[in-house]
T-cell receptor, first 115, second 119 residues
Framework: AQTVTQSQPEMSVQEAETVTLSCTYD???????LFWYKQPPSRQMILVIR??????QNATENRFSVNFQKAAKSFSLKISDSQLGDAAMYFC????????????FGTGTRLQVTL | GAVVSQHPSWVICKSGTSVKIECRSL??????MFWYRQFPKQSLMLMAT?????????EQGVEKDKFLINHASLTLSTLTVTSAHPEDSSFYIC???????????????FGPGTRLTVT
């Protein structure tokens, strides 16, 4: 079974600084997708970024980028120029390909952004 | 694009009654919808997967007769909590996955959630 591990329950970053959230996963599949979701206090889950396993290039979305290390099964999220609005729970998620696929979530990392 | 609505956002019901929660994909067709439960400060726990026109697939430990799921169309899925009890109080979240194509890659889009309180 696939598992996703987020070893940092809480992280803190100063505004305008950079922070990296860690995620590791376990799978025997070769083709899959990885995601980072953000859940602010409103509890609305928001897709931050996605990565296809077959792509070697790391995904980027504005201030958000990932470091995808397939051999190490690592998928970290880097947030640059942190803003107060980035404060939220961040969940790493995995999905194998196929019509029956579903998301497997990590336990989440709570990010605090300080002035 | 990719907006999912959920109704109601908050509901209080008495023990023993049933409550229905609706999940709609507003601007895309969702062949698959998912229902999650989230306890405070915890991750999302998948309850069931529903595909349009077929029976839902429940995760281990989830009571099928208590949590009735219907996916009647490509834009609507409902979760009915039957004979609710205080232990069913929780935050319920639905998500929808667009019809698989080159434009989408297995991500899910989430509704805003429903807070259920059973008294």
């Amino acid at each position: 079974a696939q598992t996703v591990t987020q070893s940092q329950p809480e992280m803190s970053v100063q505004e305008a600084e950079t922070v990296t959230l860690s995620c590791t996963y376990d799978t025997s599949e070769s083709d899959y997708y990885l995601f980072w979701y953000k859940q602010p206090p409103s509890r609305q889950m928001i897709l931050v970024i996605r990565q296809e396993a077959y792509k070697q290039q790391n995904a980027t979305e504005n201030r958000f980028s990932v470091n995808f290390q397939k051999a190490a099964k690592s998928f970290s999220l880097k947030i640059s120029d942190s803003q107060l609005g980035d404060a939220a729970m961040y969940f790493c998620a995995y999905s194998y390909t196929g019509t029956a696929s579903k998301l497997t979530f990590g336990t989440g990392t709570r990010l605090q952004v300080t002035l | 694009g990719a907006v999912v609505s959920q109704h109601p956002s908050w509901v209080i019901c008495k023990s023993g009654t049933s409550v229905k929660i609706e999940c709609r994909s507003l601007d895309f067709q969702a062949t698959t919808m998912f229902w999650y439960r989230q306890f405070p400060k915890q991750s999302l726990m998948l309850m069931a997967t529903s595909n349009e026109g077929s029976k839902a697939t429940y995760e281990q430990g989830v009571e099928k007769d208590k949590f009735l799921i219907n996916h009647a169309s490509l834009t609507l899925s409902t979760l009915t909590v039957t004979s609710a009890h205080p232990e069913d109080s929780s935050f319920y979240i639905c998500s929808a996955r667009p019809r698989l194509s080159s434009a989408y890659s297995y991500e899910q889009y989430f509704g805003p959630g429903t807070r259920l309180t059973v008294t």
